[in-house]
């Protein structure tokens, strides 16, 4: 089957740097991105990865390597703000085609 | 520009009754897709819609089904409601076919089946 596993949760204070992983399980996918979603709010897009390597977005960065079937989030400079669900995503090929696959999500605290 | 707009916000409903769930998308994005969110499945793609014509389906029983409209608002149905129906229901709008689009989504139905 199609799978994305990430850390359920993570914990870590203002102003630290923080690494979210999700390694795949997919026989073809287009590409990587990651959702944000706060308590009672809807997702919204943080950050995709079509090739392997860095992708930077100010404070967040995105990794992907394929050929380890991993990828990650990085999240720099904590804010309190930053507290929230993170989920990784593919868009799968294949037998699936088109279908969007979720991770079922890390939830990041970020203490003072 | 207006963001995904879903109606009803919140939903009560009885086991055996059916239930409409409304999605406006983002104007000029012509593919809907519909997810179901619960705290053990996580986010679960229902289907996607584009031009009006059903482009992909996830792993749902028949009970689940959805149209969009040539304005590409886009409703789905869920029939004979079950206890496990109950979930947050969330429409995500995207401009285009590209593989690496953003999915913009609304703010969800609750739905809540006793």
């Known amino acids: 089957g199609q799978s994305l596993e990430q850390p359920s949760e993570v914990t870590a204070v203002e102003g630290a740097i923080v690494q979210i992983n999700c390694t795949y399980q997919t026989s073809g996918f287009y590409g990587l991105s990651w959702y944000q979603q706060h308590d009672g709010g809807a997702p919204t897009f943080l950050s995709y990865?079509?090739?392997?390597g860095l992708e930077e977005t100010g404070r967040f960065s995105s990794f992907l390597s394929r050929s380890d079937s991993y990828g990650y989030l990085l999240l720099q400079e904590l804010q309190m703000k930053d507290s929230a669900s993170y989920f990784c995503a593919v868009r799968v090929t294949g037998g699936s085609q088109g279908n969007l696959i979720f991770g079922k999500g890390t939830k990041l605290s970020v203490k003072p | 520009k207006a963001g995904v707009t879903q109606t009803p916000r919140y939903l009560i409903k009885t086991r055996g009754q059916q239930v409409t769930l409304s999605c406006s998308p983002i104007s000029g994005h012509r593919s809907v897709s519909w997810y179901q969110q619960t705290p053990g499945q996580g986010l679960q793609f229902l289907f996607e819609y584009f031009s009006e014509t059903q482009r992909n389906k996830g792993n749902f029983p028949g009970r689940f089904s959805g149209r969009q409209f040539s304005n590409s608002r886009s409703e789905m149905n869920v029939s004979t409601l079950e206890l496990g129906d109950s979930a947050l229901y969330l429409c995500?709008?995207?401009?285009?076919?590209?593989?690496?689009?953003?999915?913009?989504f609304g703010p969800g139905t609750r739905l809540t089946v006793l």
């Open positions: 990865n079509a090739l392997d």
């Open positions: 995500a709008s995207s401009l285009s076919d590209g593989a690496g689009d953003t999915q913009y």
